[in-house]
């Protein structure tokens, strides 16, 4: 992952260098630095930990350079120490990096044979080594560069910049995003347009392969077989404000309480509010003869996929295969002509995804994606974007984009079975109006969050945690799961409640909550008798349900009480209660909620 910064100013740039970075924290933030170029020769300075270690940093020891490269670690290659932290630098060459070179290690011993000296563990440093031995061999920065590209296996998006070089900074990206900026005699690079949006909203991508050679003047750039290339300048819509929490102690209780918010702000985008059907793009695919779905993502966004399969395979009879991109981008798996890939990501930046999003392609199946964020590398490479308005989301956890990515898989639902004659209009209304009623519904659930705080003493205490579900309130055991362990650190696993007697009831004692996802649905008795089987070995039991339902007459640490609603709706309304109990579990913990230890925000790596 990481982010990376680059600016060719009229002033000293430290400070606008930071303030960028800080807009790529999502990244990672294991460790920041900047170098620069001041009198001819590279100045850094870097700290372990967040941006702001590195701003005390600076305020001791200031950088006066006009030119200068920044950078925001999430570790892959080597702890997250200050000596690991970018830019990395020779006399002559500096570096920041985001991505993994595969061939470092041949490319390390090479050099140091060579008798370049190595002072960090990361892959990042053999690029600086390899382009300052190229440098000497051809006196060429642009020569040098494209000599050591030529060379780097795996995905990298590089920033450079060079001693005695005050006007020069070079770009190269394979892999890995990467954008110019265009300024007044002014040049920036960053991974993303919104690290750039304080300086200029006119941005250009670069494509796979592309190197840039940018001057205050401008930029040349140069394709993947080192021909000049035009590539577009776009107007940026990225807001240039930060997004702050409001009366929030974090991002992620924000996010959490702007749910009933953007979900109605995405339910409108996708549903003709007057005719009460779903009104989306055209696929450009004949969906009534369509014979498969393939959907693949990562974490959270792969739960909403999962909803997604058990809500098309019932609503609209077409099989769906799911598979988490990791797995997926390297199964071979067969995928039919004809068939839609389906691709579910906030950042719309993950790798993985975005590997799989281009196997598919090769495949020759008709490519949607349902992404947060619609410049990014995942929406330009799709054939139809499917956005969730969900705003900008900060905190690490996924919330509101985990339940607007539910919203348009529902719609989407509906579109497919109406398509194919599975879903007759009056089904369609019926549907339609249980979805417009989430964000009431929403509301009513976190009117009043007492509950979950007495919840999260209780919490606290307990070493794992068990979610169960059956059904499509299965992904949302699993998401349970999954939000409570990466913000609080409890061991915590999801299961279908059914798969319970083949294992995990082992670990049922008293010490063991269970939380249990139990809408009153056709499966409801179902999930009830295996919530009576975790009462009979003494388990701890928090039921999240509606009605006055208890579980049969078992003995509740607690219940949960979710409005009546539409079933077909549960799933989105069933989000809310799992991340209140995560949140203030993390809370009560005292644990770093919005950028929990050692994830990242958006995970542009292997
Ligand atoms: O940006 P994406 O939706 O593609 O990200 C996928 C996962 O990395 C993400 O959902 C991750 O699991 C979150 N930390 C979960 O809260």
């Not at 290339?229 to 409001?246: E, N």
Request: glycine residues 8%; contains cysteine.
């Amino acid at each position: 992952m990481c982010g990376i910064v680059g600016i060719l100013g009229s002033h000293p740039v430290s400070q606008d260098l930071v303030d960028a970075l800080r807009r790529l924290e999502y990244r990672g933030y294991d460790s920041a630095g900047i170098a620069t170029v001041e009198n001819g020769h590279l100045e850094r300075r870097r700290a372990e930990g967040k941006l702001r270690n590195l701003e005390q940093r600076l305020l001791e020891d200031p950088l006066q350079g006009m030119t200068g490269i920044g950078h925001t670690r999430w570790a892959t290659h080597g702890k997250p120490t200050e000596s690991n932290a970018h830019p990395h630098m020779s006399d002559t060459v500096s570096v920041v990096h985001n991505g993994i070179i595969e061939n470092f290690r041949t490319l390390r011993e090479d050099l140091a044979g060579k008798g370049h000296v190595f002072d960090s563990d990361t892959d990042t440093e053999a690029v600086v080594h390899l382009i300052t031995e190229e440098l000497n061999n051809c006196d060429d920065p642009v020569q040098a560069v494209r000599e050591a590209i030529a060379k780097l296996e795996g995905a990298f998006a590089v920033g450079i910049v060079f001693a005695g070089h005050d006007d020069l900074m070079i770009a190269a990206r394979k892999g890995s995003p990467l954008a110019i900026g265009h300024g007044n005699e002014a040049m920036y690079l960053g991974s993303d347009a919104i690290a750039l949006a304080p300086f200029t909203d006119e941005i250009t991508y670069l494509e796979e392969g592309d190197m840039a050679v940018l001057r205050r003047a401008g930029a040349e750039i140069f394709d993947k077989d080192g021909l000049p290339v035009k590539r577009p300048a776009i107007r940026s819509q990225v807001s240039s404000f930060l997004v702050d929490k409001g009366n929030h102690r974090h991002f992620m209780a924000k996010e959490i309480h702007e749910q009933p918010e953007v979900i109605s702000q995405t339910l409108s985008h996708y549903i003709d509010m007057a005719e009460g059907r779903v009104d989306y793009p055209d696929l450009g695919i004949d969906l009534s003869d369509l014979t498969r779905v393939t959907i693949s993502a990562c974490g959270t966004a792969y739960y909403a996929g999962l909803v997604g399969k058990y809500w098309i395979e019932r609503f609209a009879r077409v099989p769906v295969e799911i598979d988490v991109a990791s797995e997926l981008r390297y199964r071979e798996a067969p995928l039919p002509a004809g068939g839609l890939a389906l691709f579910v990501s906030q950042s719309g930046e993950t790798a993985d995804t975005l590997a799989v999003l281009r196997y598919c392609r090769a495949q020759g199946q008709r490519i949607a994606s349902i992404v947060n964020v619609r410049t990014s590398t995942i929406a330009r490479e799709s054939d139809v974007v499917l956005p969730t308005l969900a705003g900008p989301e900060i905190g690490v956890a996924s919330t509101k984009a985990f339940t607007c990515q539910l919203a348009a898989l529902a719609g989407l639902t509906l579109l497919i079975g109406r398509a194919r004659g599975t879903i007759s209009p009056e089904l369609e209304q019926e549907l339609v109006q249980g979805l417009l009623e989430v964000p009431r519904h929403m509301a009513e659930i976190m009117a009043d969050e007492t509950q979950y705080e007495h919840l999260a003493h209780d919490l606290s205490k307990a070493r794992d945690v068990l979610y169960l579900g059956r059904g499509i309130n299965y992904p949302l055991a699993l998401e349970g799961a999954l939000k409570l362990k990466e913000i609080s650190y409890i061991h915590a696993e999801g299961y279908a409640a059914g798969e319970l007697k083949h294992g995990p009831i082992a670990l049922i004692d008293e010490n063991v909550p269970v939380i249990v996802v139990a809408p009153e649905d056709e499966l409801h008795d179902k999930t009830v008798s295996n919530v009576q089987e975790v009462a009979a070995r003494g388990g701890k039991i928090i039921l999240i349900s509606n009605g006055a339902d208890d579980a049969a007459g078992c003995e509740l640490m607690a219940h949960i009480q979710v409005p009546d609603a539409h079933p077909f709706s549960h799933p989105i309304l069933y989000a809310v209660p799992i991340q209140l109990i995560a949140y203030h579990t993390a809370v009560f913990m005292g644990t770093d909620v919005d950028q929990p230890r050692n994830l990242a925000k958006s995970v542009t790596v292997e």
